[in-house]
């Protein structure tokens, strides 16, 4: 029965008229459009909604914490409030510009040995404490890294691109977004207009 019927299939085939095959072929084409149409729009980044928050009070967030590719015994909380205004730079340990971010951060935050804001890096989707203690040791800096599994803390953000530095003022109100790898003077001067 089978072998009848893929007997009949190849014998429509070949009884196909010219303007059959044209029918066939721009069915073809449009099933191959849309086909296209919805793996672009899958494709389509989000937009990132970050810059949203400038003016607006930084979500307190409360994560685990890593160093030296060791996860800690006690969670890390930010409740935007501090002594100095907090750089939150979130990245990922495999996104080549994320290095950028990351040193920027560390140089800018440090003006003759003494902290000019406090940094917390986030590492979103915050994969394991070892996988993030080797990026840090490759970057030759050895902070507590929030692993923000699952990217919970960079959604409440609107991260959708990494890096992304977020400047938090002593009062806990976001002041300034990064969407990509500023320069170290970048940070530091916004830094000093914040305090």
């Known amino acids: 029965m089978a072998r009848l019927a893929s007997t009949n299939a190849a014998r429509r085939l070949r ?4 303007a059959g095959w044209l029918r066939l072929a721009v069915l073809g084409c449009a099933a191959l459009a849309v086909a296209l149409a919805l793996l672009a729009h899958a494709l389509t980044p989000a937009p990132d909604q970050s810059r949203a928050l400038i003016g607006h ?30 750089l939150l730079v979130f990245f990922n340990t495999l996104c080549v510009h994320c290095i ?26 915050g994969e394991n404490a070892e996988i993030t203690g080797q990026y840090m040791t ?24 990494y890096p ?4 938090v003022d002593a009062q806990g109100i976001v002041r300034a977004v990064w ?17």
Do not use: M
Not at 15 to 18: I, K, Q, Y
Not at 100 to 125: E, F, H, K, M, W
């Open 57 to 86: 009070s930084a979500p307190a967030f409360t994560l685990a914490a890593a160093q030296s590719g060791q996860t800690l015994a006690q969670p890390v909380s930010f409740a935007a409030h501090s002594a100095h205004p907090t």
């Open 179 to 195: 969407v990509g790898a500023p320069t170290a003077s970048e940070l530091g001067a916004a830094i000093a207009r914040s305090q």
């Open 100 to 125: 950028a971010g990351v040193q920027a951060a560390r140089a800018a935050t440090q003006t003759a040995g003494q902290p000019a804001a406090n940094v917390i890096y986030l590492d979103s989707p």
């Open 164 to 167: 992304t530095i977020i400047l």
């Open 138 to 161: 490759r970057l030759q800096a050895n902070p507590p890294v929030l692993l923000d599994k699952g990217a919970a803390v960079a959604r409440r953000y609107g991260v959708a691109y």
């Open 15 to 18: 009884s196909l008229s010219v």
